[in-house]
């Protein structure tokens, strides 16, 4: 079903007031935002002191202009956006925050939901384990077989908290005759041993997506996000995220990884905590787009700075901290004027950092800051991978590769 640029006719209301559902039409436009249009409104202006206030939660239930589905929507955060006064008021409300399941849900009140499922191109990607049996034979008689048989779970991690799995899901489409189709959908499953709150999935949500995104080398944004509650009706999550700025990092091969994945996020959830300040810093700006470069420069040099200073020794300078990051990384073999790059490196960031003009001549220009950037996400990336257990020599990409060349010419 396709849910995006859809009106949908429903009845809606505020949980514990189900006694006073409005009628309304329901747009989800083609980012995932939702508007309700009213001729009444959902609150009484007594029950609130600002009527243009903040609606934690708005629930309804919906049937399709092009089909004749009910569907099920939990609108969070709804906010009002209009209202006209006239013979006919007309109210609007909107949310940027919208989960819809395409079946009747009979505990639609209920707020706990079960399982968090994640899904995205480049896990699919990743992946090679299928499901799909292709057989197909053109002696005499043309002959095609397309057989299906759903892969097992591939247990990645268990703790007393919650399980990670992954989990294999395939759907089958019947677009018109003569034409058909299986897809076939990764998904990584995280199921805790007590039920969680929304309030919860960004937190649970965010923490798998930073994994991955080391582990893959490039940003990890869920594009699908489904959730199951307790009475087993499946959400699905509207709002479309931002596409990412990509590089061209090597993953961790699939096979290492799920041998030892256990181990992987017991360790990424335990040094979490000591990690935080620079796992959160490194995730606001590597593959989001509109970040200036030099932004980005100078948030990963104050990563490994303070890196260093809280894990190696607390004592030193810019400059010495920096080169011996760079020795300790896969890069040293390679980089011949270490300590000539290093100091270019501290005198760039006093250039951007403090704007000290005695510094422009000697500082990294534009184009090498955004090289020196792909080079200090490979030396970042390295670290929190060792942090976590995985220390295999990682494979330079090729745009870094190309960068080292030229600094040792």
Same mark, same amino acid.
């Given at each position: 079903?396709?849910?995006? *640029?859809?009106?949908?006719?429903?009845?809606? &209301?505020?949980?514990?007031?189900?006694?006073?559902?409005?009628?309304?039409?329901?747009?989800?436009?083609?980012?995932g935002s939702a508007t309700i =249009?009213?001729? $009444?409104?959902?609150?009484?202006?007594?029950?609130?002191?600002?009527? &243009?206030?903040?609606?934690?939660?708005?629930?309804?239930?919906?049937?399709?202009?092009?089909?004749?589905?009910?569907? =099920?929507?939990?609108?969070?955060?709804?906010?009002?956006?209009? $209202?006209?006064?006239?013979?006919?008021?007309?109210?609007?409300?909107?949310?940027?925050?919208?989960?819809?399941?395409?079946?009747?849900? /009979?505990?639609?009140e209920s707020n706990l939901y079960?399982?968090?499922?994640?899904?995205?191109?480049?896990?699919?990607? &990743?992946? !090679?384990?299928?499901?799909?049996?292709?057989?197909?034979?053109?002696?005499? @008689?043309?002959?095609?077989?397309?057989?299906?048989?759903?892969?097992?779970?591939?247990?990645?991690?268990?703790?007393?908290?919650?399980?990670?799995?992954?989990?294999?899901?395939?759907?089958?489409?019947?677009?018109?005759?003569?034409?058909?189709?299986?897809? %076939?959908?990764?998904?990584?499953?995280?199921?805790?041993?007590?039920?969680?709150?929304?309030?919860?999935? /960004?937190?649970?949500?965010?923490?798998?997506?930073?994994?991955?995104?080391?582990?893959? +080398?490039? !940003?990890?944004?869920?594009?699908?996000?489904?959730?199951?509650?307790?009475?087993?009706?499946?959400?699905?999550?509207?709002?479309?995220?931002?596409?990412?700025?990509?590089?061209?990092?090597?993953?961790?091969? +699939?096979?290492?990884?799920?041998?030892?994945?256990?181990?992987?996020?017991?360790? &990424?959830?335990?040094? $979490? @905590?000591?990690?935080? #300040?620079?796992?959160?810093?490194?995730?606001?700006?590597?593959? $989001?787009?509109?970040?200036?470069?030099?932004?980005?420069?100078?948030?990963?040099?104050?990563?490994?700075?303070?890196?260093?200073?809280?894990?190696?020794?607390?004592?030193?300078?810019?400059?010495?901290?920096?080169?011996?990051?760079?020795?300790?990384?896969?890069?040293?073999?390679?980089?011949?004027?270490?300590?000539?790059?290093?100091?270019? #490196?501290?005198?760039?960031?006093?250039?951007?950092?403090?704007?000290?003009?005695?510094?422009?001549?000697?500082?990294?220009?534009?184009? %090498?800051?955004?090289?020196? *950037?792909?080079?200090?996400?490979?030396?970042?990336?390295?670290? +929190?991978?060792?942090?976590?257990?995985?220390?295999?020599?990682?494979?330079? !990409?090729?745009?870094?590769?190309?960068?080292?060349?030229? #600094?040792? *010419?």
């Amino acid at each position: 079903m396709n849910y995006y *640029n859809q009106y949908f006719n429903g009845i809606f &209301w505020i949980p514990d007031r189900d006694k006073k559902k409005v009628i309304a039409t329901l747009f989800i436009d083609e980012n995932g935002s939702a508007t309700i =249009s009213s001729l $009444q409104p959902l609150e009484d202006e007594t029950d609130i002191t600002d009527k &243009w206030g903040e609606t934690k939660l708005v629930l309804g239930y919906l049937n399709c202009h092009s089909d004749s589905k009910t569907y =099920s929507v939990k609108l969070y955060d709804t906010y009002k956006s209009y $209202q006209s006064i006239g013979p006919l008021d007309k109210i609007k409300y909107k949310s940027d925050n919208i989960l819809i399941a395409s079946a009747y849900d /009979s505990e639609i009140e209920s707020n706990l939901y079960n399982i968090l499922m994640l899904s995205s191109d480049e896990l699919n990607n &990743w992946i !090679p384990i299928s499901g799909f049996d292709f057989n197909t034979k053109i002696d005499k @008689k043309f002959e095609i077989s397309h057989l299906y048989n759903q892969p097992d779970i591939i247990k990645l991690f268990k703790n007393k908290d919650f399980s990670v799995y992954l989990y294999f899901r395939a759907s089958t489409n019947f677009q018109r005759r003569r034409k058909s189709h299986i897809i %076939e959908t990764v998904f990584i499953n995280i199921e805790p041993n007590a039920p969680f709150e929304i309030t919860e999935l /960004s937190k649970i949500r965010k923490s798998i997506e930073r994994l991955f995104s080391l582990i893959l +080398f490039k !940003p990890f944004l869920s594009k699908v996000i489904e959730l199951r509650t307790k009475g087993r009706a499946t959400y699905k999550a509207i709002k479309k995220s931002n596409k990412p700025d990509y590089g061209l990092g090597k993953e961790i091969e +699939f096979e290492i990884f799920t041998k030892y994945s256990n181990s992987i996020f017991e360790k &990424w959830y335990e040094k $979490q @905590k000591t990690l935080e #300040l620079a796992i959160i810093n490194f995730f606001s700006v590597y593959g $989001q787009k509109g970040v200036l470069i030099e932004n980005k420069f100078l948030t990963y040099i104050s990563i490994l700075e303070n890196y260093h200073k809280n894990h190696i020794n607390k004592n030193g300078y810019l400059k010495t901290r920096l080169e011996y990051l760079l020795n300790n990384s896969s890069l040293a073999s390679q980089l011949k004027k270490l300590d000539e790059y290093a100091e270019r #490196l501290k005198i760039t960031r006093n250039y951007h950092a403090h704007l000290e003009e005695k510094h422009k001549a000697k500082s990294l220009k534009s184009e %090498e800051i955004l090289k020196t *950037n792909y080079l200090l996400e490979f030396i970042i990336r390295e670290i +929190f991978l060792r942090e976590i257990g995985i220390n295999l020599n990682s494979i330079i !990409p090729h745009n870094v590769e190309r960068y080292i060349i030229e #600094l040792n *010419n």
